[in-house]
């Protein structure tokens, strides 16, 4: 059974660093064609997806926040953590960590966020 | 990058009733990597179907997805008062991007 759950701060003052973590069970992130991604949701918003990390170290990440955000992978730890660079109120969200799954089809596959954590709500303040 | 847009905004039905929900993208999307969400009040998003057209694992066959290049349609048959809620498209490209979303309410 898979499970992820977020870990960081719930305030953070506008300039500071965001740090979250994402604690995950159930999968392997060394295991060919995983992948843990973030997406936030501002009060009342529509989700936006932040960034993603897969088995094979490959970053991605959102064209509008890129400049901002960092993710990693610790393998052995079952963790992924997400850094955003200076913090702003516009920045207030819930954010989430999803497991990126994956089927194959035919000779290719097919991808989705199938579990997701509970999300941890950060205020900029 | 591709923007995907819902409609409607807000769709007002009563159970029993059935949904039809659309997502538009921008430019043409393999449907393998369409998929869409259904969100209720204070909790996670829950995948509904990935592939344009596939259930995802526990969920009810009342779920419908189709469409291909631009178009596609989230179908609810026979609401049930636990669909009411807010539904999202999403696709994959190089990136992910998400619709804005559509609220299912009730009449």
């Known amino acids: 059974q898979i499970t992820l759950k977020e870990s960081g701060p719930t305030l953070v003052k506008p300039t500071q660093t965001l740090t979250l973590t994402c604690t995950f069970s159930?999968?392997?992130?060394?295991?060919?064609?995983?992948?843990v991604g973030w997406v936030r949701q501002s009060p009342g918003k529509a989700l936006e997806w932040l960034a993603v990390?897969?088995?094979?170290?490959?970053?991605?990440?959102s064209p509008s926040l890129k400049d901002r955000l960092t993710i990693t992978k610790d393998t052995s730890k079952n963790q992924v953590v997400l850094r955003m660079t200076n913090m702003d109120p516009v920045d207030t969200a819930t954010y989430y960590c999803?497991?990126?799954?994956?089927?194959?089809f035919g000779i290719g596959r097919l991808y989705y966020f199938d579990y997701w954590g509970p999300g941890n709500l950060v205020t900029v303040s | 990058e591709i923007v995907l847009t819902q409609s409607p905004g807000t769709l007002s039905l009563s159970p029993g009733d059935r949904a039809t929900l659309s997502c538009r993208t921008s430019?043409?999307?393999?449907?393998?990597?369409l998929a869409w969400y259904q969100q209720r009040p204070g909790q996670a998003p829950r995948l509904l179907i990935y592939?344009?057209?596939s259930r995802a694992t526990g969920i009810p066959d009342r779920f419908s997805g189709s469409g291909s290049g631009t178009d596609f349609t989230l179908t609810i048959y026979r609401l049930e008062p636990e669909d009411f809620a807010v539904y999202y498209c999403?696709?994959?490209?190089?990136?992910?991007?998400f619709g804005q979303g559509t609220t299912l309410e009730i009449k």
């Open positions: 430019q043409s999307v393999d449907s393998r990597y």
């Open positions: 990390v897969y088995w094979n170290d490959d970053e991605r990440y």
């Open positions: 999403q696709q994959y490209g190089s990136w992910y991007t």
């Open positions: 159930g999968f392997s992130l060394s295991s060919n064609g995983e992948g």
């Open positions: 999803a497991h990126r799954g994956w089927s194959v």
């Open positions: 592939a344009a057209s």
